[in-house]
């Protein structure tokens, strides 16, 4: 059974950093795009940003700039850096394991539990 787990939310103040981990096991890793995505309270789970199998990357424009998403397939991650962060960032983080048609991404059955991340000061 596929198994994607994150960490590194926490509590941050505006305008600082964390930085996102997810460990995927029990997968041919190499072969699925990975996404995050993250869901506020009252709100439809986003995607925020995504890297295919060779390393492209698409980011939400809410987060263009602001976040990096990095991927190790020798240690099976994907890393999410979140600069610059804003009380509006503030969620659950979701990672996924996916694939991309033409760039978009599509999300697989394959969730993690989350990490929430809170920007308060």
């Known amino acids: 059974q596929v198994q994607l787990v994150e960490s590194g939310g926490g509590l941050v103040q505006p305008g600082g950093s964390l930085r996102l981990s997810c460990l995927a096991s029990r997968i041919f890793f190499d072969v699925y795009a990975m996404g995050w995505y993250r869901q506020a309270p009252g709100q439809q789970r986003e995607l925020v940003a995504h890297?295919?199998?060779?390393?492209?990357?698409a980011y939400a424009d809410s987060v263009q700039g602001r976040f990096t998403i990095s991927r190790d397939n020798a240690k099976k991650t994907v890393q999410l850096q979140m600069n610059s962060l804003k009380p509006e960032d503030t969620a659950v983080y979701y990672c996924?394991?996916?694939?991309?048609?033409?760039?978009?991404?599509?999300?697989?059955?394959?969730w993690g539990q989350g990490t929430q991340v809170t920007v308060s000061s």
């Open positions: 996924n394991a996916g694939s991309t048609y033409y760039g978009d991404y599509k999300p697989s059955d394959y």
């Open positions: 890297i295919s199998t060779s390393g492209g990357t």
